[in-house]
Structure formats: C-alpha cells, structure tokens
C-alpha cells in the first residue's frame, strides 16, 4: 500500500492501531544518496573506530535526504500457530515547506540511477510526499506560528496566496454581508497557510475549510470579532491543525516510538542516523550520545544482517550478497526447518508482494526484514532444541533465542563488525595497518582494496 500526503491524515488511526497491536515491526529506508564525494582524510576506511565511522557519516545524513520509508507491521493472529499477518505500507516523504522551514538537500547520481533502474516513481516523492520536521523544527515553527511571526516560503506559495487575495478582494468588492464563495483545489496545511494570509490582511471576511475547499464568507467587524472569540474554528485552533499537518510523518514516528515495538531492519545503520536526523533531533557530535538517544526511542533492535552471519556459517548456507538472496535461501529446500516454520500472509489491501517481487522498494525490503527474522529465529528455537521436543513457537519464544542479537547493528566498512546499543562496543581485532604488495593487477587503487574487503 503506498500513502502519500493525500492519505496520510486519514490512515493515521488506523497506523496507530496497527502499531500498537504488533509484535515487531519490519523498517527500510530508501535516500536521495547515500555518502559524499568528500576528501580522502574523510572518507570511511576498514580501520575506523565507531566513533570515527560516526563522524565521517554523519555529514552524508545530514547532506542527503529520506525519498520513501517502507514498514511492514507484523502481528500474530490469534489462535493460530505460529502464523503472522503482515501490513506493508510505502511512504513517501518530501521535506516540509512551511514559513521558516526550507531544507536543502543534495541528490546522488548513482543513487537516483540506482532506484530508476528498480521503478522508484520520482513524482511521488516530490509531488505528493508527506512533509515531515524534527524536534528542534518544530519548536521553530511552532513559536514563529503560535505568535503570528511566520513568513510564506516558497514562491510557489507566495504566487498562490497572491492570486487568491486579488481573487477575494474583487470578489469583495460586489459582495454582500453572508455572501460566499469558494475556493478550490487547496489542500493540507497549505490551506491553513491560506487562510492566515487572508484572515490577517482582510477584516471583514471568515474563512472555514470544507471538502470541497476554502470557503471564504463577508462578515461584519463585529460578527468577525464575536468568531474569533468563540468559534471553534478560531485561529487559535487551527493554529494547532497547521502545526501537525507540517509535523507529517513526525507524528507517526512518535507513535512509533511510543508503542516500543522491536525494530527490525537489514544492514540498518544508516536507517538509524537518518531516523535520529530527520524525526528526532540533529545528529549530536558525539557518538555515545547517539548511541543512548537511539536505545531510548528504540530499546529492541534487531538487525538481520547480524543475526543471519552466524546462522549462514554454522549451515554452511551459499554466500549471499543482499536481503532478496537471504530470503530466497531461507525459503529453499536448505533450509531445515523450511516445512515447519512460521506462516506470514499479506493482510488485504497490501496483497501487492504474494506474487511479485519488488526489490529496492522499502515496503517490501521491509516485508523481506520481517519474514527473515521469523525464519532465523525458528532456525535458532530449532538448534537450542534439537536434542529434544521443540516447544511451540511463539514470539516471545523467538526473541529469547534472539538475545545475543538484539541492539547488535551490522556495521560495514570499519574496525569492527557490529555496533552495540545497548552497552559498550567490543574492541577492534583487525591491526592498525595493513600492508599489501600487488604482483598481478598494477591498476588497483586503495578504495577497491576498501570495497572488496567490506563485509
């Protein structure tokens, strides 16, 4: 299911409901790019520490921006063993455009080439993506919009809101008192925008915002005073409404917070700096600071690229080189436990993936998170029990087995293989250098030798 500005508002209560019924939820991210062209002292290497990786990264977050977010919310149904329903959504996310709010933000050429060639339709993200801020945003606009010291933005804006006073302003001159009109084809809180605009520059008019537009009606001075002082549509009110229309998705990352659900994802690091950046606060400086502001909005994270390192070894399982390949392999006759592990089906209105595949795109990457971390986890209950009966899987059960894993995130191209959340990291085994001799290949350059030995 793919939700747009358009839909965001009205699937909210049902989000909610989702969420907070789940048992986990399945997290993918797709970016406008993904690390910058920066000098060579900056740029990431196989022997960085943590907090090194943290700081080099951090200015790619900070510089690149979320296109679509993709979650899959799976629940357990009650009364069946050991079967899941899973809901997966897309959403696409635009940057809010509101009086001081006007983010900047670069694209990658490979990383929009990249997401071309898997279908990434462009015009939903920059049409119709849900607008979204973080906390220090929102203290911004809320003051600028709470005490009317706000400004129009975007000329786009500015060109609408002067076209819709010349309109009213003719209209006003032959209209009389109760008169009305209509104003069409403005949606979210740009119709709030609109309305303050015409509110503070016209007295003698009243606006209400139906289905159907902007209704705009001539009043007395004394019928607009009595309205500004008792309606329930006061400025006041909707002042509030702007405000959480421009929060966006914001809001719905603090339900997501606040419900505490496990969090899974695969190679989901840069998922968790773009998480902190875009919804919470600015990447902090330091690197334990993020790590404990990360542990406190999310305290179960598990990261399937983890947990299936060690299982792929113990198996013997063919080496894999993306989540697809992961999924395929734990779906396939190697795996033991095939026949017997759990169940996932696709709830109605999200049947989009029984049938197809849809790599890259982040509802079903996340799908893909969530129905590994199932499969690993029977794997798991099935090694620990495998002297004797198996209990019946549930999953509670799963995240017992999980433990070693939870809060362990995958960390690629650095002095150690994993980041811990949830207490100090362990230390670095690789040496603080390592020398090589080329005898065959005279072309090789030191960022090749950096990408063929990531894990």
């Known amino acids: 299911m793919d939700v ?28 406008t790019g993904l690390r910058s062209n920066l000098s060579r002292p900056q740029q990431i290497s196989l022997f960085d520490l943590p907090s090194e990786w943290y700081l080099k990264t951090r200015h790619s977050v900070q510089q690149f921006t979320i296109c679509q977010i993709g979650l899959s919310v799976f629940s357990s149904i009650e009364g069946e063993s050991n079967k899941y329903v899973a809901h997966s959504c897309n959403f696409f996310l635009f940057p809010t455009t509101f009086g001081i709010l006007d983010s900047e933000f670069s694209f990658q050429a490979s990383s929009v080439q990249f997401l071309n060639q898997y279908g990434f339709d462009y015009n939903k993200f920059l049409k119709n993506g849900i607008p979204y801020m973080n906390e220090e945003q929102e203290k911004k606009i809320k003051h600028n919009i709470l005490t009317g010291n706000w400004r129009v933005r975007s000329s786009l804006d500015k060109d609408q809101i002067k076209v819709v006073i010349d309109e009213v302003t003719r209209w006003l001159d032959l209209a009389e008192e109760g008169d009305w009109m209509t104003l069409p084809g403005i949606a979210g809180f740009q119709a709030f925008e609109v309305q303050l605009v015409l509110r503070q520059a016209l007295p003698d008019i009243w606006t209400v915002l139906r289905d159907q537009g902007i209704i705009v009606k ?4 004394q019928h607009r005073w009595y309205l500004e002082n008792t309606s329930c549509d006061r400025e006041s009110c909707w002042k509030e409404k702007i405000l959480l229309s421009a929060r966006g998705f914001s809001v719905f990352f603090q339900m997501l917070v606040k419900a505490q659900k496990p969090l899974v994802g695969h190679n989901m690091m840069m998922d968790l700096l773009h998480l902190h950046e875009k919804f919470f606060r600015p990447l902090p400086e330091s690197y334990d600071q993020f790590k404990l502001n990360i542990h406190n909005l999310f305290p179960i994270l598990i990261d399937t690229k983890n947990v299936t390192k060690d299982i792929w070894k113990e198996l013997n399982f063919p080496r894999v080189s993306n989540l697809s390949e992961v999924y395929e392999v734990l779906n396939s006759d190697l795996n033991p436990t095939k026949n017997s592990g759990p169940v996932v089906i696709h709830a109605s209105k999200c049947e989009k993936y029984v049938e197809t595949k849809y790599p890259h795109e982040a509802a079903y990457d996340a799908f893909l998170c969530g129905s590994v971390l199932l499969k690993v986890a029977h794997l798991l209950l ?21 433990a070693p894993y939870v809060n362990q995130v995958n960390l690629i191209r650095a002095g150690v293989p994993k980041i811990n959340f949830s207490g100090p990291d362990c230390p670095s085994i690789r040496p603080p250098i390592l020398l090589l001799r080329v005898r065959r290949w005279p072309g090789v350059s030191e960022q090749q030798v950096y990408l063929l030995g990531a894990s």
Not at 4 to 31: H, K, R, T
Not at 385 to 393: D, K, L, Q, T, V
């Open 4 to 31: 747009g500005a358009d839909e965001f508002e009205q699937s909210l209560p049902l989000l909610q409901e989702l969420v907070l019924g789940a048992d986990f939820v399945g997290l993918d991210i797709e970016f």
């Open 218 to 221: 001539k009043v007395s001075k």
């Open 382 to 402: 099935w090694r620990v029990h495998s002297a004797g009966p198996m209990p019946e899987p549930s999953f509670s059960l799963y995240l017992d087995v999980l």
